[in-house]
């Protein structure tokens, strides 16, 4: 029974809104909703945030929760993905003499009704210099000092041109100063500060975003309310006229894919946030009311090389690998089609940074042209085999015993993956690739690991032949590329896990963290695309599209882009059918 067809009087002393809420949850597991106290969408998670404090928050749940409260000076459109002012009322003015940016703020409200003001965003960057907040102060520690001109003004001053400055630096979360001083002046007084810091619990944080969280009960939902203070609602921002037009948002906790994806066919959820696996999809397809979104992912899912041994030290070798392997098939046999085949270090959809116009190997080519391709390719580099996977005829043989320029048999050597458990698509591709080089004569086998122990082999000791690894979020901002293939990131624990050097590249890669012209930076960021590519310390392989469900015959108003549904747009425009 639905709670509209109930007359049911509410108690004096709660608002009727928190009246109905109370009818939503108790009802029918979930599937009952009001029309008078407007709609409350019902969202099936996996697990629950694991804190709503957002310096310690680090976990997809708590993320998405807090993205619905906490929110950016600057955020993405959802069509071109370009930088917007958000909590921000203009473009930051830059002035080269001084080395600054002035930046000016909407009149907005936090949610307990105070102004948001310059104080607000200095105290959050100065707090995050301060206790060195992981995961926010690379994107703060050149900036030398910031100022508050005004109550909506505030200046950043850095040590130096920085291109991240606008993609990172300014869409971090901002948080109430009142809410959070005394707590900073307690955890400077602890004998370690940044952990006093994360242990400070928070069990109501002050929004600024379009919904405020009313209720957690532990294990089993949060319910988020309406923030009658959002400074969008009404506003247009990139042609979208936002709301929220929704009341609230409840958050049920499933623990798994099978039992969330049944409340969605049952009408218990109107969204499950997570990706559909291939399993559920045909059965869903078929549910009247549900509607299957395919959107691409920021990712990249690859294989990597070693290149601190041999003979994986010589790119002739590499460029061979990556002729033998067929992405065309991996995305069709092993990914049905769920995926897209990435070309470049930077995904397609990411459109501005990325390119295809770079090195390709084994493009468009049989499986026989593949091996003839590669073994051209290394007979050339002075490679020889006990039995050439090309006879004197031209045929394509089983090849066997591949022998390095030097005359030594090459050793055999492991591509490790992640086990199937977690992820059959790349344990899958390890199996793959081990097949393809072993048909040419390269002596490969596939070997799943632990993820744990395998990032402890690739990142932390660099014991490893081969790898095949992913990244499914990688941020907007290509600066990543620097991370991933920068000299001085070959350590241990360092983001160059495939050891790659080239001054080259460093000197490019230098330039773009200081170039503040985009388009400027674009053209080198196009030019590392092409080194990396070049040289394939990586060869990158596919990028899984996320599937999501909703019921679409419930809510309508979702905004597709880049990573999915739940976004910031969605949310602000979703409604009642």
């Not at 600024?208 to 532990?218: A, M, Q």
């Not at 997570?274 to 691409?296: A, C, H, P, R």
């Not at 097949?435 to 390269?442: D, V």
């Not at 293939?485 to 360092?494: I, L, Q, T």
């Amino acid at each position: 029974m639905y709670a509209k067809t109930m007359k049911v009087p509410a108690p004096k002393g709660i608002s009727l809104l928190m009246f109905l809420f109370v009818l939503l949850v108790s009802v029918n597991g979930f599937h009952c909703r009001t029309a008078s106290a407007g709609a409350i969408i019902k969202i099936g998670i996996l697990e629950e945030p694991k804190t709503l404090n957002v310096w310690r928050a680090s976990d997809t749940w708590s993320k998405r929760v807090l993205g619905k409260i906490y929110q950016p000076l600057f955020l993405r459109e959802p069509r071109e993905l370009k930088l917007i002012p958000w909590l921000a009322a203009a473009p930051p003015v830059y002035d080269p003499a001084s080395l600054s940016y002035t930046l000016s703020l909407r009149t907005a409200k936090w949610s307990d009704g105070t102004e948001i003001t310059a104080e607000d965003v200095a105290f959050t960057g100065e707090l995050i210099k301060e206790f060195k907040i992981p995961r926010e102060y690379s994107s703060w520690e050149f900036v030398k000092k910031i100022e508050v001109v005004d109550k909506h003004t505030v200046r950043f001053f850095l040590d130096n041109p920085s291109a991240t400055f606008l993609a990172r630096t300014l869409t971090t979360d901002i948080v109430q100063k009142k809410e959070w001083e005394k707590v900073v002046e307690e955890a400077r007084k602890a004998e370690k500060p940044l952990v006093a810091l994360h242990n400070s619990k928070v069990d109501h944080p002050i929004s600024s975003g379009p919904f405020l969280l009313k209720e957690w009960k532990k294990g089993s939902y949060l319910f988020l309310e309406k923030n009658p203070h959002f400074f969008g609602t009404g506003q247009k921002i990139e042609q979208f006229v936002l709301g929220p037009y929704i009341d609230g948002i409840v958050f049920k906790v499933y623990g798994t894919s099978d039992a969330a994806v049944l409340a969605l066919k049952t009408g218990d959820i109107d969204l499950f946030w997570w990706g559909i696996q291939s399993g559920y999809m045909d059965d869903l397809k078929k549910e009247k009311g549900v509607t299957l979104f395919t959107n691409e992912k920021s990712g990249l899912y690859f294989l990597g090389f070693n290149l601190r041994k041999k003979p994986f030290d010589d790119v002739q070798l590499r460029r061979a690998v990556a002729t033998l392997i067929d992405k065309d098939f991996i995305l069709e046999r092993v990914l049905q089609g769920h995926a897209v085949k990435m070309k470049s270090i930077i995904p397609p959809g990411n459109k501005f940074w990325h390119t295809s116009d770079v090195s390709q190997y084994g493009e468009g080519l049989s499986r026989d042209d593949r091996t003839k391709a590669a073994y051209e390719i290394l007979r050339k580099a002075g490679y020889t085999w006990r039995v050439p996977p090309v006879s004197s005829d031209g045929k394509v043989v089983k090849g066997e015993g591949l022998i390095l320029p030097d005359g030594t048999p090459m050793e055999d050597f492991t591509i490790l993956t992640p086990p199937s458990d977690y992820d059959p698509h790349r344990a899958m591709v390890g199996m793959m690739v081990q097949e393809w080089l072993r048909m040419a004569g390269i002596p490969a086998s596939a070997k799943p690991m632990a993820f744990g122990s395998l990032m402890e082999q690739v990142k932390a000791r660099h014991q490893f032949d081969l790898f095949v690894l992913g990244y499914g979020s990688l941020s907007l901002d290509p600066d990543y590329l620097k991370n991933f293939f920068y000299s001085k990131n070959d350590a241990a624990g360092g983001w160059n896990m495939s050891g790659y050097r080239n001054a080259e590249f460093d000197r490019i890669a230098d330039q773009s963290s200081a170039e503040i012209d985009e388009q400027k930076r674009r053209q080198l960021i196009l030019e590392m695309q092409k080194i990396i590519l070049r040289d394939v310390p990586y060869i990158p392989i596919y990028n899984p599209n996320l599937i999501e469900a909703a019921r679409t015959d419930r809510f309508t108003g979702w905004i597709e882009m880049l990573e999915g549904i739940g976004n910031i747009w969605s949310f602000c425009q979703i409604r009642a059918r």
